[in-house]
């Protein structure tokens, strides 16, 4: 019988580009009710992104990165948003695409840009290579967290440090620095007086956007910290001393400072992508919008926070207003899709900016008004915590809200709303065997093809080059055809690297074999949506699938297209070996070094963050080894003489080598500290989140020591794999080198796992000894 369609048609792209506060808070906005039929991607360059309003006392060490960060992915999933992680470079107004810096170009109907701003002057001599910027935020952490580091490493050193830029965030800055370091070298048993740390400020006075007693109060804590304050000099360059490794500031009223590390905070630029971009920008570079946040220029592009100027009513660039910001964005955002009037929004002039002066005392400051006290610390600390718990333990899944109808649509005259979207009428059903139309994958097809370089192969006689009712290929004389196939539902919703992920996956199963990928064919199921997006999730998802053919060198043949309820991807791969030389799951001797190539841990995971509940720089560590192909590694295995290889994939570490020693009439003992595990596997374990095929996966807990049940690693062994890497037995004389060349060739993790002992029975002996399995792979690198 023929399935109706009950998920919404997908008929309008909103994109977000960045997910700066303004963002944030949209995302937070939609998920409480998102609109049927919408789909709300954010394309962002990271999943941490920093709360400016905590990111002085992040830096003097009073929260924690996770207080202080909105991790966006447990947000995007609240608000049902796909992520797509990495920067826009450019924007093709005419076709209406973000153009990404690895992604295919993203298409969208109506586009948001947050992505702030960049420190001014950078252009500096010598400020880009030896100054570090305050933006983006990431990079100025990274340099925070060494420079820490090396004074813990030699405290007794004297260090001097230079801030440029004397705004509030600068000297806010230049007090968290001070404060930090001061503490800790205390706590390092050394004076403060160690420290030099100087603030070069090119105006008369510190924070001249604040009223004079808050200036004033600046300038005395500055003083009674000891910081030396530089007023009236411009930098005008910065030189490296080759001999001390010191930066050397010049200022033009004649100052010269000598530096070990120099943070440029001086006033926010415009960042430089969007200067060829055609949107309407000041004379800055920043985006010209309206009171609706809609850009002067294009009526479907909306932009906030430090990157848009309001025309009417421009403001400092500073956090407060972008947060203000969010709920007007999201409700025009929600406004236009639908087609209804959108409503003007006006800035508060005056804000009330909490400045931490350190030692847990605050300046309160509006207008006129200043008050330095403890209290307003505490005030600040309460807004700040207050603002990022709107961001945590959100209700995700089926908790979460129902989507809501959307209001009938309503146009005024005189306002742009979005072209209309036909809804394919009527719905489609599955009788047709849900097939894409021709014209969708044609068009896909072509782009692809244009906009990325195609493996050609001789062995391919009737391919997509030459539709035909099959895919014809040859096989060499002599060399075996290997067979497999995979399918699956998608597990990011990112198409270009799900459709990467899920071909190295089935991929997985050749190498394993020891076999050469030789010809592809792909299944795909895209999402109910109009033609033109079909269209796009096609284009996005054999983007990504050529890319990884590339790497594996096999041509696509051919394939399937259907629509349903959800994106889902499989592949039939053809590969070619030497009927002599297959790596098969037999022939493990005991003696033998189990090689596992890649961490465990993306079953737990992957059902952790289907419930917002994984950390978003966790998942982005897992889909890096996701990403990274068994390929290199096979061809290791066989240089090595591997006696038997497996891909570790849905039957777990457990399931997967009980095969093996089936086959191979062996048992093996496995060091459970010496089993690579991706970041946060361990935590997600304990919280007692596991994939749905886990609890079968458990049977294979029969034939494993239970000795060590208890211990955290345990439940990894039957943790279903997604992606995962190569497990393979290879005589113990050539596991060292063998794990040092898989270590050389980017298999970072990869570890002596265990040895295969001699036995009737298959069986997985366990042990937990810590300093041996380091040892173990310590002589193994070496
Ligand atoms: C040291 C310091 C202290 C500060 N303290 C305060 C304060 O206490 N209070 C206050 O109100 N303001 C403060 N500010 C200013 C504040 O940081 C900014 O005004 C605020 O961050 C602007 O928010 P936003 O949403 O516009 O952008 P951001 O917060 O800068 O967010 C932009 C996001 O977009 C991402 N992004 C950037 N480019 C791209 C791209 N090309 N593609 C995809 N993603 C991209 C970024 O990674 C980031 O996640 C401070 C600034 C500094 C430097």
Redesign the pocket.
Known sequence: MAMMQTEPTISTDVVL??????HALVLRRWGMAPLPGVRLTL????VD??Y??M??SYVAGRYSFDEAHIDLRPLARFAQCRLVVD???GLDLARQRVLCATHPPLAYDVLSI????TPATLSVPGAAEYAIA???VPALLRQWQQLIEQVEAHPQRPLTLAVVGGGV?GV??TIAVHERLVELLKALGQPATNLTLHLVHRGEELAPERNRWTRRRLARVLRSRGIQVHLNEAVKEICLDESSGQRRVRGAAGLVVSCDRLFW?TSAAA?A?LQDSGLSLDDQGFIQVGDTLQTRSHPNVFAA???ATMVSHPRP????F?VRQGPPLADNLRRYVQGQPLKPFRPQRQFLSLIETGDGRAIADRGPISVESPLAHRWKDRIDRQFMARFQDLPIGPMSAPPRRPAPPHFEPGQAPLPPTPHPSPPPCAGCGSKVGSAALTAALRRVRQDFPEVASDAVLIGLDTPDDAAVVTVPPGMALVQTVDYFTALVDDPFLFAQICLKHCLGDLYAMGAQPHTVLALVQVPYATPAKQTEMLYQILAGTTKGLLVANAPLVGGHTTVGPQLALGFACNGIASPNTLLRKSGMQPGDALILTQPLGTGTLFAADMQGRAKGRWIEAAIAHLLTPNQAAAAIFCAHGATACTDVTGFGLAGHLLEMLRASGAAATLTLEALPVLPGAIDTVKAGLFSSLYPQNLQAADFVDRRWGNHPIYPLLFDPQTAGGLLAAVPAAAANSCLAELHRQGYKTAAVIGRVTPAAAPAIALTADQAASHRQNREAIL
Do not use: F, N
């Open positions: 580009v960045g997910g700066g506060h303004t394309l962002s360059d990271l992104t920093p400016s309003g990111l002085p920067r826009a470079v947050d992505t702030g701003s305050a933006k983006p965030g806010e800055l905070v960042p992508w926070g430090d990157v660039k500073a956090g407060v972008a």
